[in-house]
């Protein structure tokens, strides 16, 4: 009897480890076709996770919706070392711009109106 009770603990280990991996490898796959946490599509277009940046309206703002900015602002900021003034400046000029640059830092061409919303003394006001 004792033999039979190890199988059933082999199989049950098996089966528990099955399905370990079966549900890293599907949130691996839901990763990889841009949804995110919560279940909601994001937008992973170009080679380095980001939004592709189609171009823009008469105004400078680009075409990102509004649920989009945290995940971007998140990529934005990700290295700088004052990640909560980043983070809440980039969402704010995110918000009004509907745009987030390319990388981690500069490439503010590409959206342009968050290159151009300056502070009161002129400085840039988007990270």
Request: aromatic letters at 6%.
């Amino acid at each position: 009897m004792n033999g039979m009770a190890n199988k059933n603990k082999v199989a049950a280990l098996l089966l528990l480890c099955f399905l370990f991996l079966a549900v890293i490898v599907s949130a691996e796959i839901i990763d990889a076709n841009g949804i995110d946490d919560d279940g909601e599509e994001t937008d992973k277009g170009g080679a380095h996770g980001h939004q592709k940046h189609k171009g823009h309206n008469k105004d400078g703002k680009g075409n990102l919706k509004p649920s989009q900015c945290g995940g971007e602002c998140k990529r934005r900021c990700s290295k700088t070392h004052h990640k909560k003034p980043c983070l809440f400046f980039c969402n704010k000029c995110c918000a009004k711009c509907l745009c987030v640059p390319p990388g981690t830092y500069g490439n503010k061409d590409a959206c342009p109106c968050y290159n151009n919303w300056k502070t009161k003394k002129g400085g840039p006001k988007c990270p």
